[in-house]
């Protein structure tokens, strides 16, 4: 299965700032997802992300909040931008491996929002 | 779209004893089955899986059947550890897509 890495693994941040959050694949995927796991919560896709196309968002999600970069087929970006407490969430990044609709997740960003 | 519903947690019990945690799905076709667990301060990790019905996924003592006449893939463990306390999550792609959709997660607490 893909090895993947997420940094920051952890982050305390003011109001109004943004943070990227960087997720790296040790081999080439075509898919990469974004998940949100609020407090206490299950997890809510933010995004889809393939290489060479725009990230596709759910309902609920926009790029002006959170950009996502997908330079090539092993590392993506995400940005939670102009962050309010309510951001404050472990945002997992996740791969689908050669077997079709199986993912692998990251250690998870958390990430803590004054 | 495709849905799975888990029983809430959390569950508590004693070293050794028996587990199990429901879920049941509405999904279109038979999609692949998942189960994925959270130990404290870390990220997913799949479990278990299983591709079509009648299937059993099995790793680390824990099994799942998938069983399309009960729409069910109950996770169930013979014999649990301390180490077995985590997040336990039921997942299957969403309808039409690769991404998943997951239950709300059950918090197994295994006390010595």
């Known amino acids: 299965s893909a090895v993947i890495s997420q940094k920051p693994s952890r982050d305390i941040c003011q109001r109004g700032t943004s943070l990227t959050i960087q997720c790296q694949v040790d081999?080439?995927?075509?898919?990469m997802f974004w998940y949100r796991q609020q407090p206490g919560q299950s997890l809510t896709l933010i995004a889809t992300?393939?290489?060479?196309?725009?990230?596709?968002?759910e309902s609920g999600f926009v790029i002006d909040k959170f950009p996502i970069s997908r330079p090539n087929l092993t590392f993506s970006t995400l940005t939670v931008s102009n962050m309010s407490p309510e951001d404050s969430s472990i945002y997992l990044c996740?791969?689908?491996?050669?077997?079709?609709?199986?993912?692998?997740f990251g250690p998870g960003t958390r990430l803590t929002v004054l | 779209g495709n849905s799975v519903t888990q029983m809430e947690g959390p569950v508590t019990l004693s070293e050794e004893a028996f587990l199990t945690i429901n879920c049941t799905y509405t999904?279109?076709?038979?999609?692949?089955l998942f189960w994925y667990v959270q130990y404290p301060g870390e990220g997913l990790q799949l479990l278990l899986k299983?591709?079509?019905?009648?299937d059993k996924g099995s790793n680390k003592g824990f099994e799942a059947t998938y069983r399309k006449e009960t729409t069910s893939f109950h996770l169930e463990k013979g014999s649990v550890q301390v180490s077995d306390s985590a997040v336990y999550f039921c997942?299957?792609?969403?309808?039409?897509?690769?991404?998943?959709?997951f239950g709300s997660g059950t918090r197994l607490q295994v006390q010595p």
């Open positions: 992300a393939n290489q060479g196309s725009e990230a596709t968002y």
């Open positions: 299983a591709t079509k019905a009648d």
């Open positions: 999904a279109t076709g038979y999609p692949s």
């Open positions: 996740s791969v689908e491996d050669t077997t079709p609709d199986t993912q692998y």
């Open positions: 081999s080439q995927v075509t898919m």
């Open positions: 997942a299957l792609p969403d309808t039409g897509r690769r991404a998943l959709t």
